[in-house]
T-cell receptor, first 110, second 114 residues
Framework: DAKTTQPTSMDCAEGRAANLPCNHS???????VYWYRQIHSQGPQYIIH???NNETNEMASLIITEDRKSSTLILPHATLRDTAVYYC???????????FGKGTRLHILP | NAGVMQNPRHLVRRRGQEARLRCSPM?????VYWYRQLPEEGLKFMVY????????ESGMPKERFSAEFPKEGPSILRIQQVVRGDSAAYFC????????????FGPGTRLTVL
């Protein structure tokens, strides 16, 4: 799995869009980018994944650069319940184990 | 469709006792994964199982830890002769194992060793 780099922490005002960056400069062509989050003490929650194209679902949008070396997770209207640690993972096989890094601790400010 | 279920949610054991953690995957899921999260640390992969088979146990400690996923019933993570350093949150995840789906996590079992 390719190594990913994320900021340690970020703040975002409630109601604003939260943009979480992730660098994965060594990603290979067949590796997907996944995002999970862990709200305090709960089990991790899958958010979104993508390969080349931008993706959107009911939770978030994923923007992947054309060279695939970085991506951004966008929470369009952050709420206090979005306060969590967000993990960006680059992996070839979604059936394989997830190697979690340290993630980004996102604080949503009222 | 119920999510991944884990029990017990909290487990207290004294040093030297055995701990058994159970995980019932989502309906239709045949792949189970166990992860451990030590206090104030990140999630670490432990073991990946399919029905009756261990596929990847590269994250399992060499001694005292074992896991199974029988043909019938939940997956079991077993820790023998627990020590204080085993105190952690243990999370189970499942996936359907077809076309590469994302993993769905349970609420975790918090093990405290006294």
């Amino acid at each position: 799995d390719a190594k990913t780099t994320q900021p340690t922490s970020m703040d975002c005002a409630e109601g604003r869009a939260a943009n979480l960056p992730c660098n994965h400069s060594t990603i290979s062509g067949n590796e997907y980018v996944y995002w999970y989050r862990q709200i305090h003490s709960q089990g991790p929650q899958y958010i979104i994944h993508g390969l080349k194209n931008n993706e959107t679902n009911e939770m978030a949008s994923l923007i992947i650069t054309e060279d695939r070396k970085s991506s951004t997770l966008i929470l369009p209207h952050a709420t206090l319940r979005d306060t969590a640690v967000y993990y960006c993972i680059a992996s070839m096989n979604r059936d394989d184990k997830i190697i979690f890094g340290k993630g980004t601790r996102l604080h949503i400010l009222p | 469709n119920a999510g991944v279920m884990q029990n017990p949610r909290h487990l207290v054991r004294r040093r030297g006792q055995e701990a058994r953690l159970r995980c019932s995957p989502m309906k239709g899921h045949s792949h189970v994964y166990w992860y451990r999260q030590l206090p104030e640390e990140g999630l670490k992969f432990m073991v990946y199982l399919q029905k009756e088979n261990i596929i990847d146990e590269s994250g399992m400690p060499k001694e005292r830890f074992s896991a199974e996923f029988p043909k019938e019933g939940p997956s079991i993570l077993r820790i023998q002769q627990v020590v204080r350093g085993d105190s952690a949150a243990y999370f189970c995840a499942s996936s359907p194992g077809t076309l590469g789906q994302e993993q769905f996590f349970g609420p975790g079992t918090r093990l405290t060793v006294l």
